[in-house]
């Protein structure tokens, strides 16, 4: 018989006479079952318990066992027996304990070879325990005190594919060559929410996810990429970049990279010698003032383009900025400081966003072509009824009304805008500003 222990604290308010301490045949997933104590045992029919909390986990279990969850306890100790010898332990949930690394002895869990996820999020650890099971695919080891991994703590894990260390303590120092160099299997680490002024070296080439953002980078470096070429997603979100921490160049190693995300590094502007292959650059919140003809050029597959809250102005996007981005489908410049319509658009798009800037007028030109055009954001603007030119929304098929909204009807001398008709994702309305008659359209 294959058995699955579970004493976890239950988040319901259900009687405590409802079994609340139990060993199920099957499990997939920690949840927060039952109430436990120390007395809290397995057995074949249900074993009830006290409302307290396990502080010290059993010292015995079955050597059958499949699944263990011990969550949301008071946890402080494990036993060797607890998960030790247990050759058909697949999954151990120990998260939201009081574990410190003096809890976990070195043989926690030998003799048991098939463990595949370890959850040990939300306690004390303040290294990376040693002595994990070789089988891991999964580890879960965010929100504690970690500031180091230990050289070869990670040694034989060659299965693992995702680990978590996000919200933890982790320098530069912490870190060496080999952390991670011996995972030939990862594809998922998150790094986020750490201390770290570099890119981690000895990245796995089968790295596909690098979470990095909310840490202290002010530097990217082509050589700590080398090894990570099989990157697809590239997080670097609220680091301190500035206007030279990502030097022309440094993603290149990193061929097939799909979305690099920057949002809030004051970048002054987009970074140049990017992958070719990139499809999505997000890059929201900088200090980007300005867009070159040749700024986007090194990207051509780009499909989204997100510049959302920097500090472009009208005169200073080049006419020609987005020429090469054929396959554009998203461009998002809202929050900026542009006065009209960017120049050659590109024509395949089919969601731009321009709200929070100071658009004066709309003019058909710029939306010549834009046949695909699904949905367009022009709220928070200094658009007049009057400043909306005659046949502006004439080529836009694609767009019709998703909600109307006007208070006042429209002046019948203003033949520009068919306000009514064939304009998706548009909303109309009237607002006062500085005592004039606004359309705010959005």
Known sequence: MAWTFGCSRTTSPEPLSTSPCRTTSSRNSPTMSCPASVACEPSTSTTTSSPQKLSVAPQFLPRSLRVADLAANQVMEIFPLTFGEKPALRSVYLHNNQLSNAGLPPDAFRGSEAVTTLSLSNNRFSYLPPSLPPSLERLHLQNNLISKVPRGALSRQTQLRELYLQHNQLTDSGLDATTFSKLHSLEYLDLSHNQLTTVPAGLPRTLAILHLGRNRIRQVEAARLHGARGLRYLLLQHNQLGSSGLPAGA???????????????????????????????????????????????????????????????????HHRAFRRLRTLRSLDLAGNQLTRLPMGLPTGLHTLRLQRNQLRMLEPEPLTGLDQLQELSLAHNRLRVGDIGPGTWHELQALQVRHRLVSHTLPRASPSPCLHCHIPNILVSWSSNQNKKMVRVG
């Open 251 to 317: 993603l290149r190693p990193l061929r097939g990279l799909h979305t690099l995300h920057l949002y809030g590094n004051g970048l002054d502007r987009v970074p140049l010698a990017l992958p070719r292959r990139l499809r999505a650059l997000v890059l929201p919140h900088n200090h980007v003032a300005t867009l070159g003809a040749r700024d986007l050029a090194a990207t051509p597959g780009l499909m989204e383009l997100n510049l959302a809250y920097n500090r472009l102005t009208s005169a200073r996007v």
